[in-house]
C-alpha cells in the first residue's frame, strides 16, 4: 500500500476543524479552523504569544490536541506522529536553523535526503556511488537557485542564505505542504526582501503556510492572511483586506 499522498481530487491538502489546546487552565489554540488547496499560500500572524507556534506544533503532531481534528489528503491525522505525516506529504521549518556549519551546502542536502531512506550510507562504499540520491540534491539545489553554492561550506553563507538552505532541505521529501516557522527571523530588510524572491520562486504546486512576524515578507508572498489573538481567528483575509482593517491595525500592526 501507497504511503504518499493520494491523487487531490478537489481535496485540500491540509484542514483543521475546530482545533483547540488547552495547557492546564490555558487555552492557548480555541475553534481553529481553515483549510488549504494545492498550490495556496497561506500567512498566519499575531502578536507573540497568539498561539501560532502551538497551532504549528498541533498541525505536525508535536503536541496532540485537546479538541478538533486535522485531516491530511482528507485522511484524519490528528493522532498520527510526525513521521507519518510527513511521510504522507507535510514538511516543516523552525525559527531556528538545524543545519551543518562545517559541511558544505551539497552534504547538508545529501543527508537531508539520507535521513529520510531506510538505506544508511556505509563507510567503506564512495559516496559519489549514491547516484540518486546525489542527482536528487542537485535538482532541489537547482530549483532553488543554490546550485553555484554546493561546495560553499555553511557558516560562510549569510544568515540569510542558511535560512532559505533550510527550506530546501525541508523540500527533500518531496511535500505537497510546507509549514514555515518565521523563515524571515533575524534577517535584514535586503534579505528579507530575497526570502520572498525565494519563496515566490518555489514550485506553485507546492501548498505553504507560514508564520512571520516581517509584513513585507507576508503580503508579498501570501494570497490569504489569518490573524490570530489569544489562540482564535481575529479575521482572514487577502492581504488587502488585512491591510486594510481597522481591528487589526489596533490590534497588530500597531498602525491605527
Known amino acids: ?14 484542514e483543521l476543524r475546530n482545533i483547540c489546546k488547552s495547557f492546564g487552565g490555558l487555552r492557548a489554540v480555541q475553534d481553529v479552523s481553515f483549510k488549504i ?81 531506510k538505506s544508511k550510507f556505509v563507510m567503506w562504499r564512495m559516496m559519489s556511488s549514491y547516484h540518486e540520491m546525489y542527482d536528487k540534491a542537485y535538482h532541489l539545489l537547482d530549483r532553488a537557485a543554490f546550485l553555484d553554492r554546493k561546495d560553499t561550506q555553511v557558516r560562510f553563507l549569510s544568515h540569510g542564505e542558511q535560512r532559505q538552505l533550510e527550506i530546501v532541505l525541508g523540500l527533500a521529501s518531496d511535500p505537497k505542504v510546507l509549514l514555515l516557522d518565521e523563515p524571515a527571523a533575524g534577517l535584514s530588510s535586503g534579505e528579507s526582501a530575497e526570502m520572498s524572491t525565494f519563496l515566490l520562486g518555489l514550485d506553485r504546486s507546492l501548498a505553504i503556510l507560514l508564520i512571520e512576524h516581517d509584513m513585507d515578507v507576508v503580503f508579498n508572498v501570501a494570497d490569504e492572511i489569518s490573524v490570530l489573538h489569544f489562540g482564535k481567528v481575529l479575521e482572514t483575509g487577502t492581504p488587502e483586506q488585512i491591510h486594510g482593517s481597522r481591528e487589526v ?8
Not at 56 to 67: A, E, Q, R, Y
Not at 249 to 256: E, F, K, R, S, W
Request: charge should be positive.
Open 1 to 14: 500500500m501507497s504511503i504518499g499522498p493520494p491523487a487531490n481530487d478537489g481535496l485540500p491538502v491540509l
Open 37 to 117: 488547496m494545492p498550490g495556496d499560500r497561506k500567512a498566519i500572524i499575531g502578536p507573540n504569544g497568539a498561539g501560532k507556534t502551538t497551532l504549528f506544533n498541533l498541525i505536525t503532531g508535536i503536541f496532540s490536541v485537546t479538541s478538533g481534528q486535522v485531516l491530511l489528503f482528507g485522511r484524519d491525522a490528528t493522532d498520527w506522529p510526525s513521521h507519518r505525516r510527513t511521510a504522507l506529504g507535510m514538511a516543516r521549518t523552525f525559527q531556528i536553523t538545524h543545519l551543518f556549519p562545517r559541511l558544505t551546502v551539497l552534504d547538508n542536502v545529501l543527508l537531508a535526503i539520507q535521513a529520510l531512506r
Open 249 to 256: 491595525q489596533n490590534i497588530y500592526l500597531g498602525t491605527a
